[in-house]
């Protein structure tokens, strides 16, 4: 871009980019502290979405573990926490059939809730902002600043109207230079900005790779007769093959909405296998059509999980900032959850930084000594193993999850490891096509309906921010060897093919569609397609997700 006009610069002590469950409890947990100490120390939260909230996808069974810790009085307060899990169940599927199982010791739910976990965070921003943190939605983080030693100095937003050909536009405005002490990463999995650190400080060196699923959830106000407030059900088993890994949540949330949604492993082998519609299968299972025919539907999300657990979590500080959350791994795959694990890292985080505030110290190396002797390191070490034993298939999966939970309980001498994802997917030549059914409208739809559902929006005229590194590696790699597999990843129609004037395929990428899922920057075979921030404020604008 030409203009090169000086950005306006704001400096903090502690900058956190990302408000959701990790960041907002990293910043009230400093707050508290700094008055406790008597201390002054200014926090500001930058968050790409529109509002706080926007961009959060969860279940959402909520663990209140770390909550209490944050803030015992938090009925006082009226945190959204208004539904009580009453019943656990988990359920193998068939096409036709459904049998029910014992339910696992780990996703027993007893004094968890059922929430929406966009508005469990825009309840936090309440609180922090009570405290004095400053929080500006719309800011996406777009550039990593750093000092003349090459420590992390803060992060840049991204400039506003630039227009699709690069150049300025009438509505262009300068991003704005945040510069801190010390910067947080609270991106979620695979923030852009985090992706960029872990190859800058090599964070990842000595670690398992991450592994990530993909979730693809919905909203459904249902019939009073099929609603049962605080009943919760997970399966596995079909509409996946027995070698991929996936699992659903259906949970009975308040005012007879029900969420419910399938999550798929990103390390699945079919090139031709389509998260989006195997979760539309999943909806005509007789079990779960009963539920939902007759109902709403009035939301649709999606998102990336990281999935690799203990094993890949990687090196979490660094010169001048630290990793907190999902964007380090910190989810819990055999709970089915990661924002009490979040938050808790926020918290032992904070409590790190306000000691290394008071030393002036670059790097925080003490956070990881601190979460190591937390609950949160035993939890995931306990679990380590639960996950990559699916890569044998759902049932030795299955039955080695049994053993670890119930018998061995995670005190296992070995550790299984992860491989990447994107290696897993096979060459078309070598995959089974799979015939998906045409939605009906009554319980299954397509992917742009479902997008609507998801109030995205994207300023047109903008750059893509999704980016090839090499186009012709479409021609050359993804089109001829794997017959494009992002046209089936992506929950959201954003990679289509077409046809040119000559009749060959061609890949046309709809950036508008985008609900910042990341799952095409994980899963591409050759890792050539980079997700990369657009202007703040775009992209879903998530209800009660």
């Given at each position: 871009m030409a203009d090169q006009t000086p950005r306006e610069v704001m400096s903090y002590d502690v900058l956190i980019v990302g408000a959701?469950?990790?960041g907002l409890s990293c910043a009230i947990k400093l707050k508290q502290l700094a008055q406790e100490q008597k201390k002054e120390i200014s926090v500001c939260v930058i968050e790409k979405g529109s509002?706080?909230?926007?961009?959060?996808?969860?279940?959402?069974?909520?663990?209140?573990?770390a909550l209490n810790e944050?803030?015992?009085?938090?009925?006082?307060?009226?945190?959204?926490?208004?539904?009580?899990?009453?019943?656990?169940?988990?359920?193998?599927?068939?096409?036709?059939l459904a049998f029910p199982l014992p339910t696992p010791p780990t996703m027993n739910n007893h004094g968890n809730y059922i929430i929406s976990l966009g508005r469990f965070g825009k309840w936090l921003a309440q609180?922090?902002?009570?405290?004095?943190?400053?929080?500006?939605?719309?800011?996406?983080?777009?550039?990593l600043l750093y000092d003349d030693k090459g420590a992390v100095a803060g992060v840049a937003t991204g400039d506003v109207g630039i227009g699709?050909?690069?150049k300025p536009t009438e509505r262009f405005t300068r991003g704005v230079e945040l510069r801190a002490k010390q910067t947080v990463f609270a991106e979620g999995c695979r923030g852009s900005l985090t992706k960029k650190l872990m190859e800058k400080f090599n964070l990842n060196a000595d670690r398992d790779p991450q592994v990530y699923g993909i979730g693809v959830k919905e909203i459904w106000e249902v019939k009073p007769e099929n609603h049962k407030q605080g009943h919760l059900e997970h399966t596995a088993g079909w509409p996946e093959d027995l070698m991929t890994y996936c699992g659903s949540f259906i949970y009975h949330w308040e005012n007879n909405l029900v969420a419910i949604g399938l999550i798929t492993g990103l390390d699945y082998r079919n090139t031709y296998l389509s998260p989006f519609e195997e979760f539309q299968r999943f909806k005509q299972h007789p079990r779960v059509r009963k539920i939902l025919e007759g109902g709403k539907r009035i939301s649709y999300g999606a998102r990336a999980l990281c999935e690799g657990g203990f094993q890949s979590i990687p090196k979490l500080a660094f010169p001048g900032g630290l990793l907190v959350g999902d964007c380090a791994g910190f989810m819990n795959v055999p709970k089915i959850k990661g924002t009490h694990t979040a938050m808790k890292s926020g918290i032992v985080a904070a409590e790190a930084l306000v000691d290394a505030l008071g030393s002036n110290a670059l790097e925080v190396t003490d956070?990881?000594?601190?979460l190591e002797k937390s609950w949160l390191w035993?939890?995931?070490?306990?679990?380590?193993?639960?996950?990559?034993?699916?890569?044998?298939?759902m049932l030795f999966g299955m039955g080695y999850s049994a053993l670890d939970t119930m018998i061995l309980r995670g005190h296992t001498p070995w550790t299984l490891h992860h491989h990447p994802d994107h290696l897993a997917t096979k060459p078309a030549k070598d995959c089974k096509k799979i015939d998906y059914p045409k939605p009906d409208g009554v319980v299954s739809f397509d992917r742009l309906s479902s997008v609507?559902?998801?109030?995205?929006?994207?300023?047109?005229?903008?750059?893509?921010?999704?980016?090839?590194?090499?186009?012709?590696i479409e021609d050359t790699v993804n089109i001829p060897v794997y017959d494009s597999p992002e046209s089936r990843y992506c929950p959201a129609g954003v990679y289509e093919i077409v046809k040119d004037a000559n009749g060959n395929p061609r890949l046309q990428i709809n950036a508008s569609n985008c609900v910042h899922c990341k799952t095409c920057d994980i899963k591409d075979p050759r890792q050539n397609i980079d997700w990369c921030t657009p202007e703040g404020g775009g992209g879903p604008n998530y209800q009660d997700m």
């Open positions: 959701g469950p990790a509002e706080v909230g926007a961009h959060l996808l969860s279940g959402c069974a909520f663990e209140p573990r944050l803030l015992p009085n938090w009925k006082d307060l009226g945190a959204p926490l208004n539904v009580p899990i009453v019943h656990d169940r988990f359920t193998f599927l068939t096409k036709s609180q922090a902002e009570g405290l004095g943190v400053e929080i500006y939605p719309g800011f996406a983080g777009a550039e699709k050909d690069g956070y990881k000594t601190r035993s939890e995931l070490r306990a679990a380590r193993n639960i996950r990559p034993s699916f890569r044998y298939g609507f559902l998801g109030n995205v929006h994207h300023e047109e005229d903008q750059p893509a921010h999704l980016k090839l590194r090499d186009w012709k």
